[in-house]
């Protein structure tokens, strides 16, 4: 009954892939190369697309797949990657592409030239072909591969060249399955077996890539089947609020009904007439069985359309809850990960060697914390945010964190007597204390490889490690969240909570000597993670709330007081903190706070949800997002509904709570892409998520918020297969679409939150 299908939303794929989260950069691998991700995101020009009548007519053809192969049209379609030390650049010169190659560096990857935006199909043979010369004999590489995982060749060659202009032609063919994204590249570091070689100069012209054998081809069919009634997939408490929407003709009326196991129809109802669901391109109709309250299994019925299961129960969430801080157990580092709770994502201890202090001969041993997303890299910023999303969901929830349940998760620590959340805020909190500068008091930015690792476990990646410079946005984020560590665990563990303290106010030292706005880039031999804040306001703003709030102490009141005299800032997130603030000064003793200040907060908080109350009225899906289908679009989502969870603290307007509902169903299911954008959950949901130890385990690990659409397609996977969609569509279930389905820990906090504050306030 699933009369829809999403064209370019596809299954599991043989491929694998590259990775980052918001904010962060390049990625390679030690046996292939790669492309810096941050440059994919950022590149301004559209590489042609073949078109979807030459893909797959079951003829030879000969077109060129590499659409400006003769570099007619400068260099759009092209890159460069540069890593392992390699130092090159590519220009068109005289209608050709030139690639000045200034240090070959330490891997034949190590400069690259590269071509995106092409598809091979599985049994097609295909001829390479190009001319090619350098100003030194060398050996080069050419090869088609997978555009990421461990980057295998569909074909590679090794060729000698020299400074004669020669013609290079090679056939192959396509045995892996269809490749909607692969990477044509030129490997033009350090050939194996050669030292070094002097600046030079390689000439690219006249690349070819065309299909002269479409014989072998058999057809695939890769789009995913969707249901035309989308809900929430894992379903809903009895007396929360309860919606679908449809997308299918409904034969003259508005009616719908719920069915049981059985095919019994247990309710009817009536839809809300056809609305505009602009950013997914559809006409919809949404419908409301917010009474009906009966648990069990169930499904929606509309016409001859059906839904997905779903159910009613007092504990529907309890499971996903879990598994979703379960995730932050398994991104922990340097300890071992215990195979009891994850099963086959379970490892040994990794990254506990010293690292070296960036720019120095000093080491320094920092062990711990969590590996941020999909890499193993530990960044300061986005750490910090996790924790205070966890922290706030203490605060507000305390009713179900108290008790057994909260307890009961299943991490290491459970059954200590100390809610589970906190334990786990705790294993990153005694990380940060040692991203702390002994002699300044300032905060190192993270802690990485120089590089991305490969596709493997966290206990595989053996390279050294380097703390990265101390940065503003990490000093300001580090003191802010150990002042309120020092409340939350006094009366759990009194001296930690001392050690946080003075930690914070060593942090705020430092950083009144930090130029404002210093934000960070990386080094230019630092390729991982950036998370480049260039705005620290909110940041210095939320520590000065924090610190005072603990210490009363008044200078940090006239710090926060000079921005709050002007406007009210709002933002949860790594870039954006100010609403960590905001929610640090309403909630302080009434003693400390000046009236006028609560006002213009409060006031300003109802203004911010009332835009985006606006913007979920206006959506025929009821999504928060507008035209914000962005990298971790489901970031947003779940950030938006916090922020109308707090504006109906205040004023306790049903809009507010009912449209923060809705985001979460929209997270379930009730989305246009029918996905459950959580891990393990609903009839359809990610089975290939940007993850590491997904991709090296072959598996999926359960409760993990993934990206979620993103109409910037910032990726080449994206690119290749997401083109022409509505924006609400741009998601891509594939490892190799880093920035659709990748997941991070700062995805996941807020989501604990949402689902916890549900669980809250519907009864459990």
């Known amino acids: ?140 590489e050419a090869r088609i591969q997978v555009n990421g995982g461990d980057y295998h060749p569909y074909t590679d060659q090794y060729i000698d060249v020299n400074s004669d202009m020669q013609h290079y032609s090679f056939t192959f063919t396509m045995e892996e399955g269809t490749d909607p994204a692969p990477r044509l590249c030129f490997n033009l570091g350090k050939p194996e077996g050669v030292d070094s070689l002097d600046e030079h100069d390689v000439r690219l012209d006249n690349v070819s890539l065309i299909l002269v054998d479409a014989s072998g081809i058999a057809e695939e069919d890769l789009d995913v089947e969707v249901s035309d009634i989308n809900t929430n997939q894992v379903g809903f408490l009895p007396s929360a609020r309860k919606t679908f929407v449809a997308r299918c003709e409904t034969e003259g009326n508005n009616n719908f009904e719920i069915i049981d196991e059985s095919g019994n129809v247990v309710y009817t109802g009536s839809m809300d007439g056809q609305l505009e669901a602009k950013a997914a391109g559809e006409k919809v109709y949404r419908g409301d069985f917010s009474d ?137 909190l005694e990380f940060m204390l040692q991203m702390q500068d002994g002699s300044t008091g300032g905060v190192y930015h993270k802690i990485s490889g120089y590089e991305f690792p490969g596709f493997v476990m966290p206990d595989a990646e053996k390279e050294q490690m380097v703390l990265a410079p101390i940065s503003s946005a990490a000093t300001a984020d580090f003191a802010a969240v150990m002042a309120r560590a020092s409340v939350i665990y006094k009366s759990v563990d009194s001296r930690f909570a001392s050690d946080c303290l003075d930690a914070a106010k060593r942090a705020w030292t430092a950083l009144e000597s930090m130029p404002v706005g210093q934000g960070y880039h990386n080094p230019d031999d630092i390729l991982t993670g950036e998370y480049p804040d260039m705005r620290d306001v909110d940041e210095r703003y939320w520590a000065a709330i924090e610190l005072y709030k603990v ?32 929610i640090a000064y309403l909630s302080m003793d009434s003693k400390k706070q000046n009236q006028n200040y609560v006002n213009k907060i409060k006031d300003d908080i109802l203004r911010n949800a009332d835009e985006i109350f606006q913007k979920v009225q206006s959506d025929g899906y009821r999504c928060d997002l507008g035209e914000d289908y962005v990298w971790g679009s489901n970031m947003l989502v779940v950030n938006n509904a916090r922020q109308l969870l707090l504006a109906y603290s205040i004023n306790n307007d049903i809009n507010y709570k009912n449209a923060a509902y809705d985001q979460l169903s929209y997270i379930l299911g009730q989305n246009a892409t029918s996905y459950c954008f959580v891990t393990g959950y609903g009839s359809l949901s990610p089975e290939n998520a940007h993850h590491r130890p997904s991709m090296a385990t072959g598996e999926v690990l359960p409760g993990m918020l993934v990206g979620g659409p993103d109409k910037n397609l910032e990726d080449p996977f994206a690119k290749a297969t997401l083109a022409g969609l509505p924006m609400a569509k741009c998601y891509a279930d594939s490892d190799q679409s880093y920035s659709t389905n990748e997941v991070t820990i700062y995805w996941n906090s807020p989501f604990i939150y949402l689902i916890s504050n549900i669980i809250t306030s519907e009864g459990n």
């Not at 941050?38 to 000969?62: I, L, N, P, R, W």
């Not at 099963?343 to 000093?362: N, S």
């Not at 507000?396 to 906190?422: M, T, Y």
Request: proline content about 2%; glycine content about 12%.
């Open 551 to 582: 210490t009363g102490d008044k200078k940090y009141e006239d710090y926060f007081s000079k921005d709050l005299d002007q406007y009210v800032m709002h933002g949860f997130g790594w870039a954006q903190v100010s609403s960590y603030g905001n």
């Open 292 to 428: 009906f309250k009966t648990i069990g299994t169930y499904k929606i019925r509309v016409a001859d359309h059906e839904s997905f299961p779903f159910v009613i129960g007092d504990e529907v969430y309890n499971d996903i809850l879990k598994d979703s801080v379960i995730f932050l157990y398994s991104q922990r580092c340097g300890c071992e990960i215990d195979k009891n709770i994850v099963g086959a994502f379970a490892h040994k201890e990794c990254h506990t060697g010293d690292a070296v202090v960036y720019g120095t001969d000093e080491h320094k041993t920092v062990k711990g914390g969590w590996h941020d997303a999909g890499d193993y890299g530990r960044y300061v910023v986005p750490g910090a945010v996790t924790v205070a999303d966890l922290f706030l969901t203490y605060d507000d929830n305390k009713e179900l964190w108290d008790s057994e349940f909260g307890d009961n998760v299943g991490i290491p620590e459970s059954g200590n007597g100390i809610p589970d959340i906190l334990d786990e805020a705790k294993y990153e």
């Open 1 to 140: 009954m699933f009369a829809n299908r999403l064209k370019g939303i596809l299954p599991v794929l043989v491929l694998a892939v590259s990775l980052t989260a918001c904010g962060k950069s390049a990625e390679n691998v030690p046996t292939t190369a790669n492309v810096s991700e941050e440059t994919v995101a950022s590149e301004e020009t559209e590489t042609e697309m073949q078109s979807e009548e030459d893909a797959g007519s079951g003829t030879a053809s000969s077109d060129n797949l590499i659409k400006n192969g003769d570099f007619h049209n400068e260099l759009v379609g092209w890159g460069t990657y540069v890593g392992k030390g390699g130092v090159g650049t590519m220009t068109n010169k005289g209608g050709e592409g030139n690639v000045k190659i200034n240090k070959v560096g330490n891997a034949n990857y190590a400069v690259q030239a590269y071509y995106d935006g092409f598809e091979l199909k599985n049994g097609g043979v295909y001829e390479f072909a190009f001319d090619m010369s350098s100003t030194v004999s060398r050996q080069v």
